[in-house]
Protein backbone atom coordinates (compact mmCIF):
# COMPACT_ATOMS: atom_id res chain seq x y z
CA UNK A 1 0.00 0.00 0.00
CA UNK A 2 3.23 1.83 1.39
CA UNK A 3 3.94 2.21 -3.05
CA UNK A 4 0.86 2.85 -4.19
CA UNK A 5 -0.32 6.20 -2.14
CA UNK A 6 3.95 6.95 -2.22
CA UNK A 7 3.34 6.78 -5.98
CA UNK A 8 -0.20 8.77 -6.31
CA UNK A 9 1.65 11.27 -3.89
CA UNK A 10 2.72 13.83 -6.81
CA UNK A 11 -0.41 13.66 -8.57
CA UNK A 12 -2.23 14.22 -5.48
CA UNK A 13 0.17 17.33 -4.33
CA UNK A 14 -0.58 18.82 -7.82
CA UNK A 15 -4.25 18.12 -7.57
CA UNK A 16 -3.88 20.26 -4.31
CA UNK A 17 -2.22 23.17 -5.80
CA UNK A 18 -4.09 23.32 -8.97
CA UNK A 19 -7.03 24.94 -7.17
CA UNK A 20 -9.70 22.77 -8.93
CA UNK A 21 -12.21 21.40 -6.34
CA UNK A 22 -13.04 18.86 -8.13
CA UNK A 23 -9.89 17.08 -8.38
CA UNK A 24 -8.83 17.80 -4.88
CA UNK A 25 -12.15 16.18 -4.06
CA UNK A 26 -11.91 13.12 -6.74
CA UNK A 27 -8.03 12.46 -5.75
CA UNK A 28 -9.09 12.89 -1.85
CA UNK A 29 -11.76 10.02 -2.65
CA UNK A 30 -9.38 7.90 -4.06
CA UNK A 31 -7.11 7.59 -1.49
CA UNK A 32 -10.16 6.88 1.14
CA UNK A 33 -10.88 4.05 -1.14
CA UNK A 34 -7.30 2.98 -1.24
CA UNK A 35 -7.40 2.78 2.70
CA UNK A 36 -11.03 0.72 2.45
CA UNK A 37 -8.89 -1.64 -0.22
CA UNK A 38 -6.20 -2.41 2.40
CA UNK A 39 -8.62 -3.25 4.64
CA UNK A 40 -10.36 -5.53 2.49
CA UNK A 41 -7.76 -7.44 1.03
CA UNK A 42 -6.49 -8.27 4.10
CA UNK A 43 -9.22 -9.68 5.43
CA UNK A 44 -8.81 -13.89 5.26
CA UNK A 45 -11.84 -15.49 3.20
CA UNK A 46 -11.32 -18.64 2.18
CA UNK A 47 -10.67 -19.13 -1.93
CA UNK A 48 -13.91 -19.39 -3.48
CA UNK A 49 -16.54 -17.90 -0.64
CA UNK A 50 -17.83 -15.19 -2.85
CA UNK A 51 -18.01 -14.86 -6.74
CA UNK A 52 -15.86 -12.60 -8.29
CA UNK A 53 -16.38 -9.40 -8.74
CA UNK A 54 -16.93 -8.09 -12.43
CA UNK A 55 -15.61 -4.58 -13.78
CA UNK A 56 -18.85 -3.09 -14.55
CA UNK A 57 -19.45 -1.51 -18.70
CA UNK A 58 -18.07 1.76 -19.65
CA UNK A 59 -16.02 2.22 -16.18
CA UNK A 60 -12.98 3.63 -18.41
CA UNK A 61 -15.49 6.95 -18.95
CA UNK A 62 -15.75 7.28 -15.05
CA UNK A 63 -13.90 9.99 -12.91
CA UNK A 64 -9.93 8.73 -13.15
CA UNK A 65 -6.74 9.38 -11.50
CA UNK A 66 -3.73 8.17 -12.96
CA UNK A 67 -0.39 7.83 -11.55
CA UNK A 68 3.10 6.25 -12.56
CA UNK A 69 4.83 4.21 -10.02
CA UNK A 70 8.34 1.67 -10.32
CA UNK A 71 8.03 -1.40 -8.72
CA UNK A 72 10.63 -4.21 -9.06
CA UNK A 73 12.44 -2.12 -11.41
CA UNK A 74 9.61 -1.73 -13.73
CA UNK A 75 7.95 1.92 -14.54
CA UNK A 76 3.99 1.03 -14.34
CA UNK A 77 0.91 3.23 -14.68
CA UNK A 78 -1.90 3.01 -12.23
CA UNK A 79 -5.07 4.30 -13.16
CA UNK A 80 -7.96 4.53 -10.27
CA UNK A 81 -11.57 4.65 -11.66
CA UNK A 82 -14.25 6.06 -9.36
CA UNK A 83 -17.56 5.54 -9.72
CA UNK A 84 -19.69 8.78 -10.57
CA UNK A 85 -21.73 8.30 -7.56
CA UNK A 86 -19.04 8.32 -5.38
CA UNK A 87 -16.40 10.49 -6.95
CA UNK A 88 -18.42 13.80 -5.61
CA UNK A 89 -18.77 12.77 -2.28
CA UNK A 90 -17.08 14.86 0.72
CA UNK A 91 -14.44 13.32 2.62
CA UNK A 92 -16.65 13.42 5.54
CA UNK A 93 -19.37 11.38 3.91
CA UNK A 94 -20.00 7.44 3.85
CA UNK A 95 -19.69 5.38 0.21
CA UNK A 96 -22.73 4.80 -0.79
CA UNK A 97 -23.88 1.12 -1.43
CA UNK A 98 -22.86 -0.02 -5.23
CA UNK A 99 -19.61 2.42 -4.47
CA UNK A 100 -17.15 0.77 -7.32
CA UNK A 101 -13.57 1.25 -7.33
CA UNK A 102 -11.42 0.14 -9.74
CA UNK A 103 -7.47 -0.04 -10.10
CA UNK A 104 -5.78 -1.24 -13.62
CA UNK A 105 -1.94 -1.54 -13.45
CA UNK A 106 -0.05 -1.24 -17.00
CA UNK A 107 3.09 -1.57 -18.12
CA UNK A 108 5.37 1.10 -19.28
CA UNK A 109 8.53 -0.09 -20.62
CA UNK A 110 9.52 -2.21 -23.54
CA UNK A 111 7.08 -3.24 -26.21
CA UNK A 112 4.89 -5.00 -24.19
CA UNK A 113 2.98 -1.99 -22.85
CA UNK A 114 -0.10 -4.20 -21.68
CA UNK A 115 -2.49 -4.42 -18.63
CA UNK A 116 -1.06 -6.38 -15.75
CA UNK A 117 -3.97 -6.38 -13.09
CA UNK A 118 -7.15 -5.17 -12.95
CA UNK A 119 -8.84 -5.23 -9.07
CA UNK A 120 -12.31 -4.39 -8.68
CA UNK A 121 -13.89 -3.67 -5.50
CA UNK A 122 -17.59 -2.82 -4.37
CA UNK A 123 -19.75 -2.22 -1.99
CA UNK A 124 -22.32 -4.55 -1.35
CA UNK A 125 -24.20 -3.89 1.84
CA UNK A 126 -24.22 -1.15 4.82
CA UNK A 127 -24.08 -1.90 8.61
CA UNK A 128 -24.82 0.03 11.76
CA UNK A 129 -24.26 -0.89 15.09
CA UNK A 130 -26.86 -0.78 17.50
CA UNK A 131 -25.35 1.10 19.75
CA UNK A 132 -26.88 4.22 22.13
CA UNK A 133 -24.04 6.22 19.74
CA UNK A 134 -24.09 3.63 16.07
CA UNK A 135 -20.96 2.82 13.95
CA UNK A 136 -21.75 2.43 10.07
CA UNK A 137 -19.53 -0.37 8.48
CA UNK A 138 -19.16 -1.16 4.83
CA UNK A 139 -19.52 -4.71 3.71
CA UNK A 140 -16.96 -5.06 0.21
CA UNK A 141 -16.19 -7.51 -2.21
CA UNK A 142 -12.85 -7.69 -4.25
CA UNK A 143 -11.34 -9.30 -7.27
CA UNK A 144 -7.92 -9.32 -8.70
CA UNK A 145 -7.50 -10.26 -12.57
CA UNK A 146 -4.88 -11.19 -14.84
CA UNK A 147 -4.29 -10.03 -17.85
CA UNK A 148 -6.15 -12.21 -19.78
CA UNK A 149 -9.07 -11.45 -17.44
CA UNK A 150 -8.33 -14.78 -15.17
CA UNK A 151 -9.13 -14.11 -11.39
CA UNK A 152 -5.95 -14.36 -9.64
CA UNK A 153 -5.46 -16.68 -6.65
CA UNK A 154 -4.16 -14.82 -3.56
CA UNK A 155 -2.21 -16.49 -1.24
CA UNK A 156 -4.03 -16.69 1.92
CA UNK A 157 -0.48 -16.42 3.79
CA UNK A 158 0.15 -12.68 1.80
CA UNK A 159 -0.56 -9.54 4.05
CA UNK A 160 -2.84 -7.07 2.11
CA UNK A 161 -0.41 -4.95 0.58
CA UNK A 162 0.96 -7.85 -1.55
CA UNK A 163 -2.84 -8.42 -2.47
CA UNK A 164 -3.07 -4.82 -3.94
CA UNK A 165 -2.55 -4.73 -8.08
CA UNK A 166 1.17 -4.45 -8.12
CA UNK A 167 3.02 -6.66 -10.71
Known amino acids: MSLILDSTQQAFVQAMQTGDAR ?3 LHIVVVRLLA ?3 MVTDWR ?7 PQAAPNHYRAWPMV ?6 RGLRQRLRFYVCPQAAILSDDQLFPIGTVFIVETSRMEG ?5 VT ?14 SDPVPYGAWVATTYGPGGEVLQI ?5 G ?4 PLE
Not at 66 to 71: A, C, I, Q
Request: net charge negative; with cysteine.
Open 161 to 164: ICRL
Open 23 to 25: QKA
Open 118 to 131: RFVMEKYAGVTTGE
Open 66 to 71: ESEMES
Open 45 to 51: QPHGSTA
Open 111 to 115: PDKSL
Open 155 to 159: DAASC
Open 36 to 38: VAL
